[in-house]
């Protein structure tokens, strides 16, 4: 079992930035990959970046390259997601995930909201 807490959520005003942090505890030696994903209301689960804790590749969601970056510290196991130039559009919960290579993602956070406003 991997256990995940995400944090740093919270209202913030377009243009503004967050950080949200993911802190993995439990079998994380088990995991291959950390992601961050988010749900808007009335719409589906989307993914947004992707890190891979020992080589550390990173993929972006295209609505998201530029604006957001994913890094990772692997002796905290904690992952963080800046989000700069933040839109309305960026409104959602936002969940952190980990997998193995497999390409299923196993485990999920309870996710932190985050709210743009104009």
């Known amino acids: 079992q991997v256990q995940l807490v995400e944090s740093g959520g919270g209202l913030v005003q377009a243009g503004g930035s967050l950080r949200l942090s993911c802190a993995a505890s439990g079998r994380t030696f088990s995991s291959y990959v950390m992601g961050w994903f988010r749900q808007a209301p009335g719409k589906e689960r989307e993914f947004v970046s992707s890190i891979v804790w020992t080589a550390g590749y990173t993929n972006y969601a295209n609505s998201v390259k530029g604006r957001f970056s994913i890094s990772k510290e692997n002796a905290k196991n904690t992952v963080y997601l800046q989000m700069n130039s933040l839109n309305p559009e960026d409104t959602a919960v936002y969940y952190c995930?980990?997998?193995?290579?497999?390409?299923?993602?196993?485990?999920w956070g309870q996710g932190t909201q985050v709210t743009v406003s104009s």
């Open positions: 995930a980990t997998g193995g290579a497999g390409g299923s993602w196993d485990y």
